[in-house]
T-cell receptor
Framework: KTQVEQSPQSLVVRQGENCVLQ??????????LRWFKQDTGKGLVSLTVLVDQKDKTSNGRYSATLDKDAKHSTLHITATLLDDTATYICVVGDRGSALGRLHFGAGTQLIVIP | DMKVTQMPRYLIKRMGENVLLECGQD?????MYWYRQDPGLGLQLIYISYDVDSNSEGDIPKGYRVSRKKREHFSLILDSAKTNQTSVYFCASSFENTLYFGAGTRLSVL
């Protein structure tokens, strides 16, 4: 059973628009949550990590929230650029160390058009 | 510049052939991983290595084995490859709370 569900599966936005990606999970325990960006044919690059029960992070045009009570996270991208076209992957870690397991979502494919 | 390097980037093999995927990292990270990524699915853990000769099965180890004889090098071996092992394989290393991924190896088994 998939423990990390991402929505939407794919999304098309115009350059300059904002968008929100969703991640719902059932992983227990949920020590931390990461968002990764994966360009086509490339590896995953970390955007942010959320740790606290109710957490918020900001990294340039990317901002993210985590609510562990709801087991829900969002990734906001403001003023999208063409280079934001990629797959965004939500990952939940069940421990704080490398000994923990990482649970990956299938990703949201974002396409930014001119 | 911290880096995880995977070789080769693309590989085509026939069913029944042996496959060797190589991964190197220049950060002296103790923990390394092999994942596979298939369309519509999240990355699935094949094997995890905690250090030299300290390897553990992940969620889908069947049909694979690994070798870690040096900390900076982690290999994934497919003995007698099967068509359902066609996939993109990612190697990663971790330190504290940070993960570093390689660019992936796209393997096709015909």
């Amino acid at each position: 059973k998939t423990q990390v569900e991402q929505s939407p599966q794919s999304l098309v936005v115009r350059q300059g628009e904002n968008c929100v990606l969703q991640c719902n999970y059932s992983v227990t325990p949920d020590n931390h949550l990461r968002w990764f960006k994966q360009d086509t044919g490339k590896g995953l690059v970390s955007l942010t990590v959320l740790v606290d029960q109710k957490d918020k992070t900001s990294n340039g045009r990317y901002s993210a929230t985590l609510d562990k009570d709801a087991k829900h996270s969002t990734l906001h991208i403001t003023a999208t650029l063409l280079d934001d076209t990629a797959t965004y992957i939500c990952v939940v870690g069940d421990r704080g160390s490398a000994l923990g397991r990482l649970h990956f979502g299938a990703g949201t494919q974002l396409i930014v058009i001119p | 510049d911290m880096k995880v390097t995977q070789m080769p980037r693309y590989l085509i093999k026939r069913m029944g052939e042996n496959v060797l995927l190589e991964c190197g990292q220049d950060m002296s990270h103790e923990t390394m991983y092999w994942y596979r990524q298939d369309p519509g699915l999240g990355l699935q853990l094949i094997y995890i290595s905690y250090d030299v000769d300290s390897n553990s099965e992940g969620d889908i180890p069947k049909g694979y084995r690994v070798s870690r004889k040096k900390r900076e090098h982690f290999s994934l071996i497919l003995d007698s490859a099967k068509t359902n092992q066609t996939s993109v394989y990612f190697c990663a290393s971790s330190f504290e709370n940070t993960l570093y991924f390689g660019a992936g190896t796209r393997l096709s088994v015909l």
